[in-house]
């Protein structure tokens, strides 16, 4: 796999945005290797992912943010973010007492399928310690309490900031983040909710889902913001179930929608396709 | 096809039940082509739905409904409905603009898909005449306004007395019904909702959706009861969508959505296998 | 809403193509108002849909075609198509005895949703001669025999070419078109067949699901060529079963499946959506 | 939990039966905690699973199969198995190269959500020993060729019977077992096919569904019979795909898949649901 460099943006709409912005790469003799475009007509705003290959590419690749800026950004007031892969990204995993999703993502990066560093999972309970063991991953425990917690998140920022972290993953993580972790990873922690938001915010969504007599259950991944369960969405997915389905089916069938729901959202991070603007994202194919 | 008769019930579960209602069927010569029963381990409910062609069968049509409360009824305190397959269920349909629910059920009715009688269609404005007149079912118009709604209610009542309706399907019909007429057809009136119930209750539930940046929409039908969009939920389905989809994509790929999954509900009921209870349904397969 | 011009195109991918697209629309202030492209990187193949309106478009409407061939599809060997959004395509329905899928569509047509005109329907029975009278569409009975087979057909393309028709839609027609048809017709043949293609070719699919014991059952909208049920997919769904069900359940259920499939293919067709290349389809969003 | 039985049978219908099996438990006291009853209506045949709790009833149980079986099976020529819950399943595992579905099912059974034993897994390839050890389980390599094969079956057969085991799950096992082997292990060896059957069956079936272009890929679990891929089908999903995916992203978007449909067999399987007649499956709620 050649080295590519992954160029995401947003800016209002205008004519010819497009054409200068591939002709830069082009002009500059990028192979171009993936293009996907969407204007918002309501909000007037075009969105834009572009990849291509540095080989060949005239400009050298530290100074294409810098070029880049300069030649369009600020002409056509984009919000961008460039990446490369040769860069893996370094993913923190929460969790608490749960094994379904931390074992399907660890199956996943050990298998490979994954461009992605794991240096750490942090847990609120000792429980998984024994699964963290078994993919030589480190496990830190930090309890917490209403009077710790303040004191043992920043214990946990420091430790992420040493493992330089760029994002993290709440797998089934049963705390709620304080304001100064969320701000501190904007767009940046991916949660599963294991209902079909926005139905059953908050807790216990499959005794509600019961409750309610729905015919169909749901699991959302999305961004953590700072209110509860409203961050943009990344990815959804249903299961059917009937009057037959006791709140324990919905919890066993809920563990195989929650992992999938919760892995694709991932991926799409991972791969850069996921651009998050007000409350809602634009997920590239 | 031969005379069945049709009886749905739930009681308190006990030890037993099942063998004396089947042994109650074949002793008397009844032979049964369909059981279906469910135990609610929870609530320790016991629902059934059994149904036996009447040819041979001993007691006379018109005392099985005597006989069995007689003899099991009362001692399991069941409640219980019984139906004969030779009797057409009479639906009345209400509408107001939107024509793609009502083109769908009018033409499974045209083709002899349901076994149904519609003798009328009511609506709230005149836009829809055309489509009832093609199909040759009256249409009456009661324009319902804040003053009249009371007034207009209680001529339809009439209406609906006088041409023997025993249940009514709204196929989009934008008006929230009174107490008065949810009482007189208590779990005898379907809607369907342009979401995933629970969510996105009340008006313009694809501008909610779209706003909140869902990756799936949703279509509920449910009897309609004094809460608004809370009744229990007979059916549900669901679609794709993308940040790519405008409100306007929503309600074209909604429409798909409610007239289906209106009709999977209206099916069901005709076939007499929704048993309401509490806020659920017991749908029999 | 403005006119606008739609171009399909694909050719052997070159960098640059697409920036020297959007660059031709923009610089003749024509505003781009849809984009869509798609790189085969396996076989090498650029696809791109664009949709420009064509107020302020400074090349007049009748000579786009030579311009843009004579500036950029000798360039790059494109294939391209363009057409107009005030030209309303002609469709042609073909039914045989089931009215479902027919329903559908003309429900859709009457309500308004589907930029088409349907001047007249052609069945190999008169079964439907009624719905198409509802409708106020002129049926033509062509009834089918070995013999007359060629004969028939010569009289449809004559009636079709009459009628100015520029694509045909197989609405459960049970009849298998002959080359002749097919090929006046080169990828403007709708069917649908009623199974998950390429599981269960040919006549009587629910029987052979039923047989198979498949838990799925789906359908299948393509564009008819030569080989019986082998041309190129444009749509398909599918909806569970259980062992309950039996081949009438499987129809049934069917059904609803045939008519949204057929109709979401048809809506991908009528907006310029879907470009055939070899035994495949692109679909644009 | 109490120790149940679990009685799954079918046979030609009759009047009574279920009556009569229902009374046989609640008049010897058991307490019947679960009963699916189902009946082809066009091959006459009654099926039926039961499970009551054994604690106060009156037959020990180790004579329940006798009593069963001369009381009733001979009656109404009855094919049943009786099982009890205190009895875990043994399963052997069968794997080749790709670890998607093992991961999968040993994280299930580290979790302790699965009521099963899997004392060993067999591989025709070393590759995935250092998955078999961080779980702790045996691990067997048998590498196989043309000339070793029945040899090697035969040891594996050894094997298998030295470890007392019940049933055999091939998760993406990339051999052809023989006749002797599926013989030994009638309707009890559950394999993954990663494609819908019976579309694309044999080897490489998501280049042939990327080659003929459909748009929903999907996998299929199924008992092992002599013909390939074409026993009892157990359980199948699917998952929407689109032109723009490759191979490579079908084999990817297909390992979600494998996995959960697999797992949803197995446990079905362990859950005693799965009743295989003629070439299809009854799978009880």
Not at 70 to 94: C, G, I, N, W
Not at 118 to 130: K, M, Q, R, T
Not at 164 to 188: D, G, H
């Amino acid at each position: 796999m050649m080295t590519t460099a992954k160029l995401l943006l947003h800016c209002p709409d205008k004519p010819g945005i497009l054409a200068e912005v591939t002709d830069f790469i082009t002009v500059n003799k990028g192979n171009i290797v993936y293009l996907d475009q969407y204007v918002d007509h309501v909000e007037n705003i075009f969105f834009m992912r572009i990849e291509w290959e540095l080989k060949d590419f005239l400009i050298p690749k530290e100074k294409i943010e810098d070029y880049f800026s300069t030649l369009y950004a600020q002409k056509y007031e984009m919000h961008f973010r460039l990446y490369f892969s040769d860069v893996k990204p370094r993913m923190a995993l929460f969790v608490s007492k749960m094994s379904h999703c931390l074992f399907d993502i660890l199956a996943r990066y050990t298998a490979g399928e994954w461009h992605v560093e794991i240096p750490l999972i942090i847990s609120n309970h000792p429980d998984l310690a024994p699964v963290a063991e078994r993919f030589g991953i480190p496990f830190h425990v930090f309890p917490v309490t209403k009077e710790n917690k303040a004191e043992q998140e920043q214990a946990e920022l420091k430790l992420l900031a040493e493992n330089n972290i760029s994002f993290i993953v709440l797998a089934r993580y049963m705390q709620v983040l304080s304001e100064t972790m969320i701000e501190a990873f904007p767009n940046k922690i991916i949660n599963i909710h294991h209902s079909f938001l926005p139905a059953f915010v908050g807790a216990r969504p499959y005794h509600a889902a019961f409750q309610r007599g729905v015919k169909i259950i749901g699991a959302t991944s999305h961004y953590v913001t700072s209110e509860l369960d409203a961050g943009p969405i990344i990815e959804q997915d249903v299961v059917r179930i009937s009057h037959k389905d006791t709140v324990e089916d919905l919890v066993n069938k809920g563990k195989d929608l929650e992992k999938i729901v919760l892995s694709r959202a991932v991926q799409k991070h991972i791969e850069r396709k996921v651009l998050a603007y007000k409350n809602k994202t634009v997920v590239f194919n």
